[in-house]
């Protein structure tokens, strides 16, 4: 039987067209076109399948999808959208294209460990900030990220502040997770060294603050310890953690890896109304909106990621202080259009000052 990855031709035909998806796809909201929707591309996929040659116009297509997960959620069929877009994105690197944004990717993450070409030392971040202590081995290993780690650092910075009690230790030597190039259809480079490092530190627990960090370390990275979300961490904990109150009012933007792709969407909200006001956003939970940033669109699409992002700040309820969300992507690409986000982390921090 044919199939795209993992993915048979059954599933693809699975598709009864009924157009549902459409209603709460981001890219088909701004694009207009049926290829830029869910359908569209399902569509392309068993074109491919059939005939066994892409058409023109898939290319697009298909990496202007985010992963967000929302056309799935509602999809009467089970199609498995975001996952054959990922399929269809690995068949289709390896059958005609030598990609030059995602070979340089792959590159950048070779070469420095980081997708963003960074030259600094993954580590630089922890200069001149007070109240961190470390441990060289611990049961918990908070993994940072590359966003964290080079971009909003204070996000890593209160995460190990709050977790300082808790005895956390880093990797050594930690790279990018590979969560772009996973999701743009390609196996990073650095995925034999942070296992091999995440193996040889003993942890039991996975600690990471990123949405997309969380879903390919999960997924994609098939460990033997468990991988955790900090806002999974803070609910647990939150009575020993006793964060105090702020006389805010805030919304919560549900990250699409961490709240449809997880099942994380109470513990955050819990932690919130520990300490403020929550008011929710039009479309939340699991019916959350996307920020636009992921499954490599802001890298490579920012025009339509930058429209999906102001998109979603048409969402916010009036007369609230704060978005707080609990990933560092969508932290950057709502911030970058004008909206006032802190991570789930800073909140706490904020009401323990
Ligand atoms: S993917 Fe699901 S929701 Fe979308 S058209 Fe096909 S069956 Fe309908
Ligand atoms: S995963 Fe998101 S962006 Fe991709 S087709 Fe589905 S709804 Fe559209």
């Not at 020993?240 to 969407?265: A, F, N, Q």
Request: hydrophobic share 30%; net charge negative; charged share 25%.
């Amino acid at each position: 039987m044919s199939s795209i990855g993992s993915h048979n031709i059954i599933e693809l035909l699975n598709c009864l067209r009924c157009g549902r998806c459409r209603t709460v796809c981001p890219t088909l909201e701004s694009e207009g076109w049926e290829s830029m929707g869910p359908r569209g591309r399902i569509m392309l996929g068993l074109n491919y399948l059939e005939k066994t040659k892409w058409i023109e116009g898939t290319e697009k297509s298909i990496y202007t999808c985010t992963t967000c997960q929302a056309c799935s959620n509602i999809c009467p069929s089970d199609v498995e959208v975001e996952s054959i877009v990922e399929s269809m994105r690995r068949a289709y690197l390896k059958d005609c294209v030598d990609n030059r944004r995602i070979n340089e990717m792959y590159e950048a993450i070779s070469v420095f460990g980081n997708p963003m070409s960074d030259k600094r030392s993954r580590r630089a971040w922890l200069e001149g900030i007070d109240g961190i202590s470390l441990k060289k081995r611990s049961d918990i290993v908070y993994f940072v990220g590359c966003l964290p780690s080079y971009r909003s650092v204070d996000v890593a910075a209160s995460t190990l502040r709050i977790l300082s009690d808790y005895g956390i230790s880093l990797l050594d030597d930690e790279k990018c997770c590979g969560s772009p190039l996973f999701r743009m259809g390609m196996n990073p480079p650095t995925f034999d060294s942070n296992i091999r490092q995440i193996e040889e530190s003993g942890a039991e627990i996975i600690l990471t603050s990123c949405a997309g960090c969380y879903k390919t370390l999960k997924n994609d990275y098939e460990l033997e310890c468990k991988v955790i979300h900090t806002a999974e961490f803070f609910h647990e904990h939150l009575d020993e953690i006793d964060p105090g109150k702020l006389d805010l009012t805030v919304t919560y933007h549900d990250p699409c890896h961490l709240g449809r792709g997880g099942g994380v969407i109470d513990e955050p909200r819990a932690v919130i109304e520990r300490i403020c006001g929550l008011s929710e956003m039009k479309r939340n939970r699991e019916l959350s909106g996307c920020c636009g940033g992921g499954g490599g669109v802001r890298s490579g699409y920012h025009e339509l990621s930058t429209s999906i992002a102001e998109r979603r700040l048409d969402d916010l309820p009036p007369d609230v202080d704060l978005i707080v969300t609990a990933c560092p992507l969508c932290l950057i690409n709502l911030a970058d259009v004008g909206g006032k986000v802190i991570d789930l982390s800073e909140l706490i921090e904020r009401s323990k000052m």
